[in-house]
């Protein structure tokens, strides 16, 4: 065992089912439950994390009756024919010496679907539709459904079921009064409220009433008005303990809160403090999660005694062999998950299969197939951002002979910039990742050193990659050229920019320059205090749903700024699904102004003139900063096209197309064309 982390790879029994690490794979709905085929690629994709040495894996959310799915047709286990579906998970995670329970998830009122039900008719402020109210008769049905359900997934060879509790689900609307207002025996005061979950349990432990784990995840924190006291959790969590659970796994936040709980500028480990205080009241095992994202920040939680085993759920998409990793003392080779949400709940909440933007082959392990070639080719990589460092390290794994070409003195492309982003620290892990992989296939690294055509040519490479990324659009405003306008790459890398700063463009990258702007340079990167009191959560429970009395609504900024796009459509509408809002609400709440439908018409001493509503205005700015989109590197593309028509030349990332370029694609275009050499 790695004496790093002695905790995490300790073993531990729940009830008495022994687990071989106390890393939990935590619950993630990847689409493929819904896909013809995508059990047999969900086993794969399991098999895959168990033969890792995780020690408890928990699959997504599955409904124990069609009402109860997250949207109209999602998965449910009711049927024999979808035990034998399911069979297939627990069958190749077993084979792998692991443990696999299923969560067992009914939506109420977040179901996207007319027909969804809750304790009371009160719709979700994030849901089209008004849920219909249960009848008495049907509580009685759902409770059924639930043991139903929980002996199908022991049907299916399941070691046992986690009971969804938390997130605003409907377990979580018949404990919260914002939810539940019904006068029956199933609401009122919190012994008719907790009534509903505590007879799931008692009835799955009648059930089985040894040898299959139940886990209750507990929402330790609402963050939503009208949700649970502290008094409140503590409570039902000693009534679970006496009906029959295992172990807790902690819940933090309501899908409608409208405060960030695993983006990424939330602070490591920023919620174990919510797990600590359950701990502290209940004798069963206790499970942290959200934001635990390293080896060494998993044992800090175990070490602390802030719980007694730790679920990580989007590391686990990051990189499959995490816990080996660790345990080898390799733990600078983890692929760490930058908590971006891209192509995992980004990817859920559009409909599309779940997968990951520093790991595209999760999801895809049947189709994107890492192997060593017979066939070695000799193989150049030019640019060394994360297109580039993606494909050399892939090609490399696959046993080619790379060399990888970086004009700069360092690896990493952009993500050079983008890491500098306050709240954007984790960018680093990814940079570090790469290179170590780099060292460990000897990739030949070729820092400082432009690639040219006749030199390409003169080593005679079987395949050439042109990952030379993008450049900054430069457009074309009276008075570009004068000297307070700078562009976003001089002011990342830490040109002296004025107390009042126009920024023009608001994609991804305006929004993170305006960010930046606001911030001054002394910021130390995140602070767990200042996280708190920023968003309006206390630790301390008083109030329900953990909430202070008010949020920040103003914070300070470092500079005025001015953010301004010329579309009319409101800005920031393209960032992330499940993180533009969190964008959205910093920037306003640092006063940045933010306009629409703008005209520019020049720049000079005065400043930025424009145009907006057929008004002219002068934004009397100290810079100028342009953020106004990309336009692909192709120079040397162009050059090698015309000097090496037979040259086996491939494009990339930001060189093969500018228009929504993400890391997400660069990545994968990377990852998939090495693959195919
Ligand atoms: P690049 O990263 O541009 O890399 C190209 C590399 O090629 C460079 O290192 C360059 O020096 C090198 N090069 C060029 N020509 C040559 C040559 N002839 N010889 C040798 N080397 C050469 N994306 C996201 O998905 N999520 C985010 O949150 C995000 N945030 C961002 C924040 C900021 C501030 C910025 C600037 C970008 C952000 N991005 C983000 C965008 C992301 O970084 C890019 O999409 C990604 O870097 C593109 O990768 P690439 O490899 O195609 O190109
Ligand atoms: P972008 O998203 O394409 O935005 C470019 C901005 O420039 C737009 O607001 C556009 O708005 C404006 N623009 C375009 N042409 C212009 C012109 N000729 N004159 C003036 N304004 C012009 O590109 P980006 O911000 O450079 O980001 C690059 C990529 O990095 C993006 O695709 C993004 O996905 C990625 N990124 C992602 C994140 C993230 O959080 N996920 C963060 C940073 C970057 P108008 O045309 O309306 O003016
Ligand atoms: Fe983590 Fe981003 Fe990958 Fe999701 S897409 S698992 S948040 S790195």
């Known amino acids: 065992m790695n004496a790093s982390y002695p905790h995490l790879l300790a073993p531990i029994t729940l009830g008495s089912v022994e687990l071989r690490t106390r890393v939990i794979m935590g619950s993630m709905h990847t689409g493929l439950e819904e896909q013809p085929q995508g059990f047999e690629r969900l086993a794969e994709f399991y098999r895959l994390r168990a033969k890792h040495d995780v020690g408890l894996i928990v699959t997504g959310g599955i409904a124990p009756n069609a009402e109860g799915a997250v949207i109209m047709g999602a998965a449910k286990l009711t049927t024999e024919k979808e035990i034998e579906h399911h069979r297939q998970l627990t069958d190749a995670v077993h084979q792998e010496g692991g443990k696999i329970c299923m969560q067992i998830l009914h939506a109420g009122r977040y179901a996207y679907n007319p027909k969804c039900v809750a304790p009371s008719a009160i719709q979700s402020p994030i849901t089209p539709f008004k849920p219909r109210e249960l009848s008495a008769e049907d509580v009685e049905q759902t409770i059924a459904d639930f043991i139903h359900c929980a002996q199908c997934a022991h049907q299916a060879g399941y070691d046992g079921v986690e009971i969804m509790g938390s997130e605003g689900y409907l377990i979580n609307q018949f404990l919260a009064q914002r939810t539940n207002q019904r006068q029956d025996e199933w609401g009122g005061d919190l012994e008719r409220r907790m009534r509903f979950p505590l007879r799931i349990v008692e009835g799955i432990r009648a059930a089985f009433p040894k040898d299959f784990i139940i886990l209750f995840r507990i929402s330790m924190l609402d963050l939503v008005e009208g949700g649970s006291t502290l008094e409140e959790i503590l409570e039902f969590a000693k009534h679970l303990e006496k009906a029959g659970i295992d172990a807790f796994n902690t819940g933090i936040g309501w899908h409608e809160a409208r405060i960030p709980t695993i983006a990424t500028l939330v602070p490591r480990a920023a919620f174990t403090w919510a797990s600590a205080t359950l701990k502290k009241s209940v004798s069963l095992p206790v499970i942290a999660c959200n934001r635990i994202n390293t080896p060494e920040v998993a044992e800090s939680v175990l070490a602390n005694g802030d719980a007694d085993l730790v679920s990580m759920a ?56 890492v192997k060593l070639t017979d066939h070695i080719k000799r193989v150049a990589v030019i640019g060394a951002g994360p297109a580039g460092m993606a494909c050399a390290v892939t090609a490399a794994q696959c046993g080619h002979d790379v060399v990888l070409f970086e004009r700069h003195t360092e690896i990493g492309g952009q993500f050079n910039l983008a890491k500098q982003i306050p709240g954007k620290e984790e960018f680093y892990e990814t940079l570090r990742y790469f290179q170590h992989q780099l060292n460990e296939l000897s990739v030949d690294v070729r820092l400082k050193t432009e690639a040219h055509s006749d030199a390409l040519i003169q080593e005679g490479f079987d395949h050439v990659v042109i990952a030379t990324g993008v450049l900054p659009r430069i457009p074309p405003i009276t008075g570009i050229d004068h000297p307070k306008v700078l562009g976003y790459i001089d002011v990342l890398k830490g040109a002296a920019v004025g107390k009042s700063v126009a920024v023009i463009g608001a994609g991804g990258i305006g929004f993170d320059v305006s960010e930046f702007l606001t911030h001054d340079a002394k910021h130390q990167g995140p602070d767990l205090n200042e996280f708190l009191a920023e968003w309006g959560i206390d630790p301390s429970l008083k109030n329900r749903g953990g909430l202070t009395d ?105 060189a093969e197309m500018a228009g929504e370029l993400d890391a997400k694609r660069a990545i994968k275009e990377g990852v998939e064309l090495a693959v195919s050499f």
């Open 314 to 369: 989007r590391p686990f998409l990051a990189d499959p062999e995490f816990v080996t990793k660790a345990a080898n003392d390799k733990a600078d080779f983890i692929n760490t998950c930058i908590a971006c949400n891209q192509a995992c709940l980004d990817h859920t909440f559009s409909g599309k299969l779940a997968s990951c933007l520093v790991n595209p082959i999760a999801g895809r392990e049947t189709e994107v197939i």
């Open 550 to 654: 008010s949020a920040e609504d103003s914070l300070s900024s470092a500079r005025e700024v001015f953010l301004l796009q010329r579309k009319t459509t409101k800005l920031g509408q393209d960032l992330g699904k499940t993180t533009g809002w969190i964008h959205r609400t910093q920037l306003k709440r640092r006063g940045v102004n933010m306009l629409n439908g703008v005209n520019y018409l020049k720049i000079d001493d005065e400043g930025l003139h424009i145009e907006v509503n057929d008004q002219t205005h002068c934004l009397a700015v100290d810079n100028v900063v342009l953020c106004a989109g990309q336009e692909s590197n192709r120079t040397l593309w162009h050059s090698l096209s015309e000097n090496a028509p037979n040259l086996k030349l491939h494009r990339i990332g930001g």
